[in-house]
C-alpha cells in the first residue's frame, strides 16, 4: 500500500494543520463585523455559486480538508486536514481513505460519522435518491466510482482513474460535510454543520449572525465569540461602514483599486492586503439564440476586445491572462510570452482589423450595425465592466443594449441561460485545472454558462487529470488555456488584483488567490 499520510495524529496535527503554533498570543471574544453584498439566495454552500453565500457559510461547516488558512497561496502541497485526521492512498492512486476524527458532532448534537460523508459527496454526485435544487459542481466528482465506508470513522473514495486533484476539490470551502440525517432541501434554508460557528439568526436584506460553537472539536478555538455579516449592497455604504470602524473586513471580491483608493482617503488607519484572486470578468455567449450561435461572430468580439486596456481603465490593476492565473500568483497558468500569441492578446491593432474584417463578411458595417444585448448583473464592478464592453463593441459595428438584473436574480438568470451575452464576474473555488476545466468548460455543468462542449477539449481535461507529476500536468494545462481562447469558450480579460481592506486589529484573517476557502475564521482574532 502506498502511503502518504500527510496529517499526524492528536495535537500535533492540529497545531501544525490548524495554526496553533508559533503565532502571537491571541486574545478571545469579539463579534468581527463582516459584510456581504447581498442575500444569499440559500444557506446550502453545496448549491451555491456566488461568493456571498459561500462566505457567510463557511464558518459554519467544515471539510475533509481543508487549505490552510494561514498560507495565501493555495496548492495540493497547502491542503491539512480537517474532519479527516490524515489519509492515504492506494499503490494505483484509484482509491484514497480517509481517517475520520473522534467526538465531532454536528450543531444538533448529532455525532459526525463516515455514513455523513459518503452521504454528502454521493448527493453532490448525483449517486444518491436525495437531491440539491442545484448543483454547480456535479462534475468535480464525476471520477468516483464509489463510496464506501468502514465502521463509523473511516470512508474511501474509489476512483475510476488516479485523479490527484480530489483533494483539491475536498479542500475547497464549497465542499463541506452535510448532516445525513437531515434533507438536502433543508438546509436551503437552515444550517447545521460542525463548524467553529453556528447560525444563530439571519434576518434576509440585513445580516447574518454566527455564534460560537462551544463544542467544537478543536480545542480553543474558535477566538471569537461570533462573525455578523451586515448585507450592505451600496459599494458607498460599504465604504462609509469601513470608515467608521462598523465593519472589520470587506467581503472578499469587492475590493478592487479604486475600493482602496476610496478607503484610503476615508481612513488612512486602514491596512490593506493585496491578492491576485483567481475571479475574472469575462462574457458569455448563449450559442443556442441568435446571433452568438455564429462562431465568426463570436471570435470577431473576442479578436475586438484589449484586455490589456480593460484592466488598465476598468479594473485599474490586475493580471492578463487566460483561464488559468498566470504566476506568480497562480500554479497553472499561461506566462506572458505565451499569451501575447493568442487571438486578442498580442498585437491589438491587427486583431480588431481581423474582428472588423469577419463582421463585414457577415454583413454587418457602420451603415447595418448588429443589434444585441448584453447582459449583467445590477452590480458596480459588473456595469462599469459592461458599460466598457458596449463601447468597445461600437468600433465593429454592434449596437449593444445594456439589460441589468437584481443580484438575488443573477445566478438563476445565468444558469437558465436566460441571455444573447452575459458579462459575469466568475470565481473558481481551487486553483487547480480539474476545478476549473470540469467546472466552467466542461460538457452538462451547471456552470458552464456558455454551453462550450468539445469532445477533443473534454478529451485534454481527463489527460491532465490523471498525471501526477506537476511539470508534465503543466505542460498539458497550458495546451488547454490556449484553446479554450481560440475556441472562444468564453472571453476571460484577466485577474484582478483584490485589496483586501481591514483594521489592524484584525489577526491571522490570511487572503488566499481564491475567494472561497479562507472564511472558516476559526484563528481569527481582535487585538482590541
Not at 21 to 32: E, F, S
Request: hydrophobic share 40%; with cysteine; proline share 6%.
Amino acid at each position: 500500500m502506498y502511503k502518504r499520510i500527510l496529517a499526524v495524529l492528536g495535537g500535533l496535527a492540529l497545531g501544525v494543520g490548524l495554526g496553533a503554533v508559533n503565532l502571537p498570543a491571541q486574545k478571545y471574544g469579539g463579534i468581527l463585523q463582516a459584510v456581504i453584498e447581498g442575500s444569499p439566495t440559500s444557506l446550502s454552500p453545496h448549491e451555491e455559486a456566488a461568493v456571498d453565500a459561500t462566505w457567510a457559510m463557511m464558518p459554519v461547516y467544515n471539510g475533509l480538508v481543508f487549505y490552510d488558512p494561514l498560507k495565501g497561496q493555495e496548492s495540493l502541497e497547502t491542503v491539512i486536514p480537517e474532519l479527516a485526521e490524515s489519509w492515504r492512498w492506494s499503490d494505483d492512486r484509484k482509491q484514497v481513505t480517509f481517517s475520520l476524527r473522534k467526538g465531532v458532532n454536528f450543531h444538533d448534537g448529532t455525532p459526525m460519522t463516515s455514513r455523513d460523508v459518503q452521504h454528502t459527496f454521493d448527493t453532490v454526485r448525483g449517486a444518491s435518491e436525495k437531491k440539491l435544487k442545484l448543483n454547480p459542481r456535479r462534475l468535480w466528482y464525476f471520477n468516483i466510482e464509489r463510496i464506501e465506508t468502514n465502521g463509523d470513522h473511516e470512508v474511501t473514495f474509489r476512483l475510476k482513474r488516479p485523479q490527484p486533484s480530489l483533494l483539491a476539490m475536498l479542500a475547497a470551502g464549497v465542499s463541506p460535510v452535510y448532516p445525513a440525517h437531515i434533507a438536502p432541501l433543508e438546509l436551503r434554508t437552515k444550517a447545521v454543520g460542525t463548524g467553529p460557528f453556528r447560525l444563530k439568526e439571519y434576518q434576509r436584506d440585513r445580516f447574518l449572525l454566527h455564534e460560537k460553537n462551544l463544542d467544537y472539536f478543536v480545542a480553543g478555538r474558535p477566538y471569537l465569540d461570533g462573525v455578523r455579516y451586515h448585507i450592505i449592497r451600496a459599494g458607498a455604504a460599504r465604504n462609509a461602514a469601513m470608515a467608521t470602524r462598523q465593519l472589520d473586513i470587506e467581503t472578499p471580491h469587492q475590493a478592487g483599486k479604486a475600493v482602496m483608493e476610496a478607503l484610503k482617503s476615508m481612513a488612512p488607519g486602514l491596512q490593506f492586503v493585496m491578492t491576485s484572486p483567481f475571479s475574472f470578468n469575462n462574457i458569455h455567449f448563449n450559442p443556442k439564440r441568435p446571433p452568438f450561435d455564429n462562431l465568426r461572430l463570436r471570435q470577431a468580439v473576442s479578436m475586438s476586445l484589449d484586455r490589456a486596456a480593460f484592466i488598465r481603465v476598468v479594473t485599474r490593476d490586475g493580471v492578463p491572462g487566460a483561464f488559468m492565473l498566470p504566476p506568480p500568483s497562480g500554479v497553472w497558468g499561461l506566462t506572458h510570452d505565451q499569451m501575447v500569441l493568442l487571438p486578442g492578446y498580442g498585437d491589438i491593432e491587427k486583431s480588431q482589423e481581423q474582428a472588423r474584417a469577419l463582421m463585414a463578411s457577415l454583413g454587418y458595417s457602420a451603415a447595418n450595425p448588429l443589434k444585441a444585448r448584453l447582459t449583467t448583473r445590477a452590480s458596480k464592478n459588473y456595469v462599469d465592466a459592461a458599460i466598457w464592453v458596449v463601447s468597445q463593441l461600437k468600433d465593429i459595428w454592434i449596437d449593444a443594449e445594456l439589460h441589468q438584473v437584481e443580484g438575488t436574480m443573477w445566478y438563476g438568470t445565468v444558469a437558465k441561460r436566460e441571455f444573447q451575452f452575459a458579462l459575469n464576474a466568475s470565481a473558481t473555488a481551487a486553483d487547480d485545472p480539474d476545478v476549473n476545466f470540469y467546472e466552467h468548460f466542461g460538457c452538462g455543468s451547471q456552470r458552464n454558462y456558455s454551453d462550450y462542449c468539445d469532445p477533443a477539449a473534454q478529451r485534454m481535461y481527463d489527460q491532465q487529470s490523471q498525471e501526477f507529476d506537476p511539470e508534465k500536468r503543466r505542460q498539458l494545462v497550458w495546451e488547454i488555456d490556449k484553446k479554450l481562447v481560440t475556441d472562444v469558450a468564453r472571453i476571460g480579460f484577466g485577474f484582478r488584483y483584490q485589496f483586501n481592506p481591514r483594521w489592524p486589529y484584525v489577526k491571522n484573517l490570511v487572503p488566499h488567490q481564491t475567494a472561497y476557502s479562507w472564511g472558516r475564521m476559526q484563528n481569527v482574532w481582535l487585538d482590541k
